[in-house]
């Protein structure tokens, strides 16, 4: 015959113990995988936020200048003469040390711009302060919330020139 009482009290006092030591141990082991995820989407939105920075970047042209100067060189990298903001720059060096801290639901999202000239050996490219070179190394760095952060590097090259601004 089957045993149908109900928990006694000590029963319910212990498995009630049991639940309120074990709770918080599953709560921090909850936080504790939860964290790499947020880092983890962080990093996507960082990867993101790079890409369409670097996009907005290689729609320029390569240089302010159509062709090399006549000393054979292009011209000083950052930007030219009358462009106070991103939205008159036309050449992809002008981003050369933009920042910005984005706001709104970005709020936390870091962007900077790096461009130097560079040289090209074979498939390694090193920067190089030559205005010569027919290359400029980009690297947008994007820095998030949770400690995420994303790197993108292109290469512009003169045919950035045959592009419309
Ligand atoms: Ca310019």
Redesign the pocket.
């Known amino acids: 015959m089957k045993d149908r009482r109900g928990l006694t009290l000590v029963e319910l006092v212990v498995a009630i113990t049991i639940m309120g030591l074990s709770v918080p141990v599953l709560l921090t082991l909850f936080a504790f995988v939860a964290k790499p995820s947020a880092q983890t989407d962080s990093i996507i939105r960082c990867t993101e936020l790079a890409h369409a920075l670097m996009d907005q970047v290689t729609s320029k042209w390569y240089d302010?200048l159509t062709a090399k100067d006549v000393n054979g060189d292009w011209s000083v990298i950052g930007?030219?003469t009358g462009?106070t903001g991103s939205s008159l720059?036309?050449?992809v060096d002008?981003y050369n040390g933009f920042s910005e801290a984005l706001t709104g639901n970005l709020a936390g999202f870091t962007r900077t711009v790096v461009v130097q000239y560079a040289a090209v050996s074979g498939m390694v490219v090193v920067a190089d302060t030559s205005r010569t070179n027919n290359y400029k190394l980009i690297t947008v760095t994007v820095t998030g919330p949770g400690g995420g952060s994303a790197q993108v590097v292109n290469l512009a090259t003169t045919a950035n020139n045959q592009q419309a601004t």
Do not use: G, N, V
């Open positions: 302010e930007p030219d462009e720059y036309d050449d002008d």
